[in-house]
Structure formats: structure tokens, C-alpha cells
């Protein structure tokens, strides 16, 4: 079992965002994403299981909000825990709301890799 944290790392009309704004970000995807595992019957036993044996997460990185909307689509089709974040903009962004993270598991790694394995490590 592990858990996969789709980072975005580029957002245009920025000058970068913080490290710990990141972080805060995948720390949502994560957190969501197991409630979301959680409250479905058949996704709950793979939460349980993971939180059993280690909480593994993996932190991976794509550029766009279409990268991360395509990535969206396809872990939505799984059927699997998933959970996209939206931040509100209020410190970051310009006052924007701006997608900015997914999470997708906890859930067997013969499911997630298919779709996550040729993102690069952040």
C-alpha cells in the first residue's frame, strides 16, 4: 500500500511559492484523500491496511493545472481514494484559487503505479 502526493510546481504571474506552502499543500491532498479512502466501503480496508504497515507516501511532481486536472480524470476512473486540492488564494496566487495538489491512495501499488510511475521524484 502507498500513497502518491501529485505535486503542481509552476504556476503562472508568480515568482515561485514558498517550500512550505508545497508542503502544506500535499499535506491536504494526503489528509483528504483518506477520508476520502475512509468513507467508502470499498476503499476503506486498503486505509486500514496502510496505516498498518508504514503510511508509505511518495511526493511526485507535474508542472500545469492541466497535467494535474489530466491525472484528476484518470485516478477519478480507478475508483480509488483520491482528493484534489484547490488553495483559496488568500496568501499566495494573487488572490486566486488555484489548484494545486492531488492525492491519490492509500491503495495497492499494482493500482497506483500504472498511473503515477513516470512522474518524476520531487
Not at 476512473?77 to 496568501?91: P, R
Request: glycine share 10%; proline share 6%.
Amino acid at each position: 500500500m502507498k500513497q502518491i502526493l501529485i505535486i503542481r510546481t509552476r504556476f503562472p504571474n508568480t515568482n515561485g511559492i514558498r517550500k512550505g506552502k508545497l508542503i502544506a499543500q500535499g499535506a491536504h491532498a494526503s489528509v483528504s484523500a483518506v477520508f476520502d479512502g475512509l468513507s467508502r466501503p470499498d476503499t476503506a480496508h486498503h486505509v486500514e491496511q496502510w496505516f498498518t504497515y508504514g503510511q508509505a507516501k511518495i511526493a511526485v511532481g507535474v508542472h500545469s493545472e492541466e497535467e494535474l486536472l489530466e491525472l484528476w480524470e484518470k485516478i477519478k476512473a480507478t475508483g480509488l481514494a483520491c482528493s484534489i486540492i484547490k488553495d483559496a488564494g488568500k496568501t499566495e496566487f494573487g488572490g486566486q484559487p488555484t489548484l494545486t495538489a492531488l492525492g491519490f491512495g492509500p491503495a495497492p501499488i499494482d493500482l497506483i503505479d500504472p498511473i503515477t510511475r513516470h512522474l518524476p521524484l520531487l
